[in-house]
């Protein structure tokens, strides 16, 4: 088996330099988006991770929630209601009670910790943080090692989760989500949030981008990224076509066919 090799584009904390083919001088960096989920397998479990890395994607993207216990969960929304049909919160249960809860297309809820030990480095971790609650336990294991902190970029739609992440594990790559494209007349105002936050990197959805405004991104000193929404095959093949930094994708093959 050939060996893996961290990404390029995690080499270096620097910001890319102003030109607009900056992206293009190495290869796009994939994430899974939750994984190679669907009804082969349940997003956000390892059979899911595991999946993805054989398709060829240089890491996964995955989402945080807080147990009742206080462990780091490895799950998407607030509830298990999508991916399990029962009702229960997340927080209402222990790491042990949400990991015996069978999942719709199998699988159990892994901890953080199940995660870090089975993706082996140089895959890169897209942790995504929605909450604060989280914040204080996460940093508090990547302050225990210089190795995940290496592979780790933290997203986030939260501007003080990022913040905080910047003043105690400095070393530790930020990306900024954001929802909308800024107005013009917000636009001065979106800067000087960059600014402030001095991001990694900053992601939009892949439907909101576009050639120009990669390049006003990139113009920015920015890593730029993309998410998929509803079309993983069309949106696969548009980060592609915009040479993305960073493209968190759900259908892997088709990126990477294309890179």
């Not at 999508?82 to 015996?100: F, M, P, Q, V, Y």
Request: glycine share 6%.
């Amino acid at each position: 088996m050939r060996a893996r090799v961290a990404h390029p584009a995690l080499l270096s904390t620097a910001p890319l330099t102003k030109s607009p083919i900056c992206a293009m001088l190495c290869r796009m960096m994939i994430l899974a988006h939750r994984g190679c989920s669907g009804r082969t397998c349940t997003e956000n479990t390892l059979e899911a991770f595991a999946v993805a890395l054989a398709q060829g994607a240089d890491g996964v993207e995955l989402d945080l929630r807080v147990s009742r216990d206080g462990e780091l969960m490895v799950v998407h929304d607030t509830n298990l209601h999508r991916i399990a049909g029962d009702a229960h919160k997340i927080s209402e249960l222990t790491a042990n009670e949400l990991a015996a809860v069978p999942l719709r297309y199998g699988g159990t809820i892994p901890t953080l910790n199940d995660v870090t030990a089975s993706v082996h480095a140089p895959a890169i971790l897209d942790i995504e943080v929605k909450l604060k609650d989280v914040v204080e336990v996460l940093i508090g294991k990547l302050k225990t090692s210089a190795t995940l902190r290496e592979r780790t970029v933290i997203s986030s739609f939260n501007a003080a989760v990022l913040d905080r992440v910047r003043k105690e594990v400095p070393d530790v790559r930020t990306l900024l989500l954001v929802i909308r494209w800024p107005l013009p007349l917000r636009r001065s105002v979106f800067e000087r949030r960059l600014r402030q936050l001095a991001p990694w990197g900053v992601a939009f959805s892949i439907s909101t981008l576009n050639r120009r405004r990669v390049a006003y991104l990139r113009g920015l000193g920015l890593h730029v990224g993309g998410w998929d929404r509803r079309r993983p095959k069309q949106e696969a093949r548009k980060a592609c076509a915009l040479g993305l930094d960073v493209a968190i994708l759900r259908n892997i093959q088709e990126g990477r066919g294309r890179v």
